[in-house]
């Protein structure tokens, strides 16, 4: 059974730091390409950042760059990737959801997904 699973959301005060972490199983997901989406209520699930395969490349949204970190590991028994996120501000608040399939900043790029975990950044 395929599953994506988030874990690490929570409640921060702005300029707080916050890590997410995803765990992938249920097939071989150690050659797909992982990210990262949040979305607020009212509001487009907007793109935050991806990790290609390899680990090598990543890219982020504008509005993150420089305050998130995208990581992975590719362990025996699952995929697990990572968020860092520092220097959270309000406008960051959403719920964040990982994806996992092709290397792409959008959401139609990607066949599976978790749930997700809320992310609520206080002023």
């Known amino acids: 059974q395929v599953r994506l699973v988030e874990s690490g959301g929570g409640l921060v005060q702005a300029g707080g730091s916050l890590s997410l972490s995803c765990a992938a199983s249920?097939?071989?997901?150690?050659?797909?390409?992982m990210a990262w989406f949040r979305q607020d209520p009212g509001k487009e699930r907007e793109f935050v950042a991806r990790?290609?395969?390899?680990?090598?490349?990543?890219?982020?949204a504008d509005s993150v760059k420089g305050r998130f970190t995208i990581s992975r590991d590719n362990a025996k028994d699952a995929v697990y990737h990572y968020l860092h996120m520092s220097s959270l501000k309000p406008e960051d608040t959403a719920v964040y959801r990982c994806?996992?399939?092709?290397?792409?900043?959008?959401?139609?790029?990607?066949?599976?997904w978790g749930p997700g975990t809320q992310v609520t950044v206080s002023a």
């Open positions: 990790i290609d395969w390899t680990g090598n490349n990543t890219a982020y």
């Open positions: 994806a996992a399939g092709t290397y792409s900043a959008d959401a139609s790029g990607y066949k599976y």
């Open positions: 249920g097939r071989t997901f150690s050659n797909y390409a």
